[in-house]
C-alpha cells in the first residue's frame, strides 16, 4: 500500500512486465526528504520549519559531530551572516 501511495504522488515507478512488480526511485532521497518534512511543517508547525529543526538540535544523540556539521552548513548556505 505504501509503494501505490508514492506512485500515486509520483515518487516511484512500478514495472509490471514480470508478475513481481519492481518499484524504481524517480527522486532522489534528499528530495523526499524535503517533501516529507515541508508537509510535516505545513501540517503541525503552520508551515515553520523552525519547531523541527530545534527539536532535532535538541534531540538525545545529537553528537559533537552533528554539531559541526550543522554549523558547517549553516555557514555554506549563508556565509555572509557570521
Not at 42 to 60: E, F, M, N, W, Y
Not at 67 to 82: A, C, N, S, T, V
Amino acid at each position: 500500500k505504501l509503494l501505490e501511495r508514492l506512485e500515486l504522488k509520483q515518487f516511484v515507478k512500478r514495472d509490471r512486465s514480470s508478475r513481481a512488480h519492481r518499484f524504481t526511485a524517480l527522486i532522489s532521497r534528499e528530495t523526499f526528504l524535503q517533501h516529507r518534512l515541508r508537509s510535516l511543517a505545513d501540517r503541525h508547525c503552520d508551515g515553520s520549519i523552525t519547531p523541527l529543526v530545534t527539536t532535532l538540535i535538541q534531540a538525545k544523540g545529537f553528537t559533537k559531530k552533528n554539531r559541526k556539521q550543522l554549523r558547517q552548513l549553516i555557514d555554506d548556505l549563508w556565509p555572509d551572516e557570521r
